[in-house]
């Protein structure tokens, strides 16, 4: 996929800039080095929780390896004119519980510290349950459907009109809640 490609590039870049090899880059970020030497290569498809946890030890917000926008100033996204920017398993990169498309809000805003997308949550394994962790937090708007919300030791079904704002830091899991696809509207903000 050309998108798997153009994060993998940059990666690699910031990477070698920095002068850190793949196996430096694992112990910063916490990686296991396969999924580093995948990504890297372009065979694995990117996922949040790595993507957040290997942009926090490059240095550099997760929206500048996602966009490659360099405008400054205010954007704003018209309706039906989000940019799909990447199609993630779930949020972790070996679960079944569903795919979500991300589509950018703020593509072309490079400063930004909040990264908003609106995300089209489809039905997955309703017994996988791989819960994601990383520093920040998340505000999620259900626009369409439904979502489950696996968070910590509770999970929570979040229907449309409702919304759910918690700390990142926590264990957990966003999948539809059933066998229909859902669309949210989610901010997330890891701090650099």
Known sequence: ??????????IVIVRESLGLSAADLAERSGCDITIIEQ???GELAPSLAP?????????????TLLDDDTGVGPVITRKGAAEEV????SLETSSESG???????????????????MITVAPGDKDERTL?????????YVLEGAIEVDYGKGSHVIEAGDSIYYDSIVPHVVKAAGDETARILAVVYAPL
């Not at 996929?1 to 940059?10: L, P, V, Y």
């Not at 990447?86 to 398993?89: F, M, S």
């Not at 795919?99 to 997308?117: C, I, N, Q, W, Y």
């Not at 994601?132 to 999620?140: A, D, N, P, R, V």
């Open 132 to 140: 994601s962790s990383h520093e920040g937090e998340e505000f999620i």
């Open 1 to 10: 996929m050309q998108e798997n490609a153009r994060i993998s590039s940059k």
């Open 51 to 63: 993507l957040i946890k290997i942009t926090r030890a490059l240095g550099m917000r997760l929206g």
């Open 99 to 117: 795919v979500l498309d991300f589509f950018s809000l703020a593509a072309g805003k490079t400063t930004r510290h909040m990264e908003p997308f």
């Open 86 to 89: 990447t199609r993630l398993k």
């Open 39 to 41: 990504l890297e290569a």
